[in-house]
């Protein structure tokens, strides 16, 4: 076997496929699994896995490394905890096609919805590009990892349709345009298109792929499978049980009439509507029975927050009374926030949303007189001094000139009986990292090994074979990425090594490491030793190599 380039020996091999885990090795030779055998002989440059679990690459379909990826092409750390494919572009949100001039608005949008800010974006994503094909162009060399690439309905209605995207559905020639436009693009590489019922601009309007109707939706999701893919990822609306069911029915009627894959996000367990996620489930099940295929995408971990009123903090996005504040910058939200007048709209509001409000609690403060609430809950402070949830949110943050450090913990998916089962479910898909996104406010990688540690090693709510299956080769099947997600012979060597003994997503960490030396939080994972892409080693036991072998899928 002279052309083997790279051997992986004494591996436990659990392949993606649900099959029990076996003693054995892999050769590589270039890009590709050469052989999968119990003793291969060769000589080739050779890790000795020493019994640690050899797997597929994991896969992340839900992600927003679309701005990372132009000025950081191994999306750190994400390849660290060993992923070796994600798919961005999510959320009707993508960095293309985008018409010259316009990019302001999409910077905007993005700043708004994924928390990145417009500044990063004025030093890093240059908007040398117009088509979705030169988007990938421009991407393309040097990437660590592979990518694929969703075309945003908010950015195609944009394209084609100008500042009407945000006011009214298209007409017979526009959603002409659109399908010719979202083909080209599929031709050029994208990997599928992302719809939204739910999100909302800078300045707390709808996006524009809120104001397309369903004959417009069906249409794209039509171009998106005559085109060779199948993916049409949707958003729908947060906390409303109500208007989820109505938009699960139109992705239940868009995938029976295209023959689409549809992804709806999220599917949550949220304490003030409990059941929520399995009736969700049972319904996607029914849809499949009736010839239709809508997935629910999950999340494995709690959703905790680290956020300051300086900066931004998802759930005060969600209502427009504070979300029109949090858009401006500090000087104007100060001002604002000491308004007597607005403070009690602000008080109503939030006390009308005060669920997402009951985890929070002072993590550090600035001035000495904020000192005493540091580990102490909102909810204690209001009842211990009078004052409104609101109120006193707002006097700590006034105090330290809307720097104090407030968290969340344990706001979702934190019921392990109920997720375990939400991570099993047939009609669920673990992938709802948002990966890229909201990073000033929590490290949103290390989902995959979280998977691992908690819910196979801690919990023993899923076998090892399971949880590799779930996270590789389920999505890469469903999602149409082709000869990835399994160890097997022909396959991409797409590969990862770790100690399922001691794999952990790791501690968070706050990082000065972005353009104009932004925050972030990150964490870096425990117990994976090497990482493989494309049949190159990426990382290995801490490190990075020279390896680029990325490309897009």
């Avoid at 905890?81 to 001039?101: M, Q, Y």
């Avoid at 397309?212 to 906390?239: H, M, P, S, W, Y």
């Avoid at 049972?282 to 009736?290: F, S």
């Amino acid at each position: 076997m002279s052309d083997i380039t790279l051997l992986v020996k004494n591996a436990r091999i659990v392949d993606g496929t649900g099959s029990d885990a076996w003693t054995g090795d892999v050769a590589i030779a270039g890009d590709r699994i050469a052989d999968v055998a119990p003793d291969i002989d060769a000589v080739a440059p050779t890790i000795d896995a020493g019994g640690q679990v050899l797997a597929p690459g994991f896969i992340e379909i839900h992600t927003h490394y679309d701005p990372q990826i132009c000025w950081d092409r191994l999306a750190t750390p994400v390849i660290e905890h060993g992923t070796t494919t994600v798919v961005f572009g999510n959320c009707s949100l993508s960095l293309a096609p985008v018409r010259k001039g316009e990019d302001p608005h999409l910077t905007r949008m993005f700043s708004k919805i994924e928390d990145i800010e417009p500044e990063i974006f004025d030093s890093a994503v240059p908007y040398s590009w117009e088509s979705f094909g030169e988007y990938l162009d421009h991407i393309r060399p040097g990437l660590g990892l592979n990518v694929g690439g969703l075309v945003g309905h908010t950015a195609l209605r944009h394209y084609v349709m100008g500042q009407d995207a945000q006011k009214r559905a298209a007409t017979d020639v526009e959603l002409d345009a659109m399908c010719g436009v979202l083909a080209e693009s599929i031709q050029d590489g994208a990997f599928g298109l992302s719809l939204s019922y739910a999100d909302t601009d800078a300045d707390d309007l709808p996006v524009a792929s809120c104001h397309a109707d369903e004959r417009e939706r069906i249409a794209l999701a039509k171009t998106v499978v005559d085109n060779g893919r199948k993916l049409v990822e949707c958003v729908r609306a947060f906390v409303d049980p109500d208007l989820q069911a109505v938009q699960l029915e139109e992705q239940a009627r868009i995938s029976k009439a295209s023959g689409a894959l549809c992804a709806v996000t999220p599917v949550l367990d949220l304490p003030q509507n409990p059941g929520s996620w399995l009736r969700d489930l049972t319904r996607m099940e029914e849809i499949r029975a009736e010839g239709g295929n809508v997935i629910g995408q999950v999340c494995p971990r709690p959703f905790d927050f680290n956020f300051r009123l300086s900066r931004s903090y998802f759930p005060l996005l969600m209502i427009p009374s504070w979300a029109l504040i949090m858009v401006r910058p500090v000087a104007e939200r100060i001002a604002r926030f000491t308004d007597s007048a607005l403070r009690k709209q602000l008080a109503a509001d939030m006390a009308a949303n005060s669920t997402s409000f009951q985890t929070v609690f002072v993590k550090h403060a600035v001035s000495g007189d904020n000192r005493k609430y540091e580990g102490r809950y909102l909810v204690e402070i209001a009842e211990d001094e009078g004052k409104s949830l609101a109120e006193a949110f707002l006097d700590i943050s006034l105090r330290d000139d809307l720097e104090t450090d407030f968290a969340t913990e344990n706001s979702q998916y934190v019921n392990l009986d109920n997720t375990a089962a939400m991570l099993s479910h047939p009609q669920a898909q673990i992938g709802a990292s948002d990966g890229g996104a909201h990073v000033a406010q929590f490290s949103s990688t290390g989902d995959c090994p979280y998977v691992l540690e908690q819910f196979v090693r801690n919990h023993q709510r899923m076998s090892l074979e399971r949880a590799v299956s779930r996270m590789t080769g389920e999505i890469a099947e469903s999602n149409g990425i082709v000869d990835r997600g399994i160890i097997a012979k022909g396959k991409f060597a797409d590969l990862v090594l770790f100690d399922p003994d001691t794999i952990a997503r790791g501690d968070e960490e706050q990082v000065y490491d972005l353009p104009c030396d932004k925050p972030r939080f990150i964490r870096h994972p425990k117990g994976i030793d090497s990482v493989i892409v494309n049949g190159q080693l990426v990382h290995r036991q801490g490190s990075y190599t020279e390896a680029r072998p990325g490309v897009i899928v």
